[in-house]
């Protein structure tokens, strides 16, 4: 009974493991997507939308970016998976990068 129970728990750790795993691989290639062109901060005037636009662009991404290096020492953030995360992320920083009249490149 110990060993099939041993077995079953060996099982299910390995089974997460490679989950995980599947899953940070496809949070870091969204995170390669987080990329804003045709848009040049120095001539664009200074507002406070356009400020608050830029400061969107880079929390989007530092936090995208932080939720995959945690999830990769072990820490799980959210009750759904790591992916989703990244792309509710990445649709802030799209969405603050079209604002801005820049372009980024869909996945």
Known sequence: MKFFFIMASSALLFGCALGSS?????AE??????????????????SNINTFHQQSLAV???KASTYIEQY???????DMPLDEVV???YQLYKSA????GGVT???
């Open 72 to 78: 990769k020492e072990g820490q799980t953030l959210f």
């Open 97 to 100: 990068c079209q604002s801005l």
């Open 29 to 46: 290639k969204m995170l390669e997507h987080f990329q804003c062109k045709n848009i040049e901060v120095h001539d664009m005037p200074q």
């Open 105 to 107: 490149s869909d996945f």
């Open 60 to 62: 989007s991404k530092q």
């Open 22 to 26: 599947s899953e940070i691989k496809s």
């Open 87 to 89: 792309e509710q992320q």
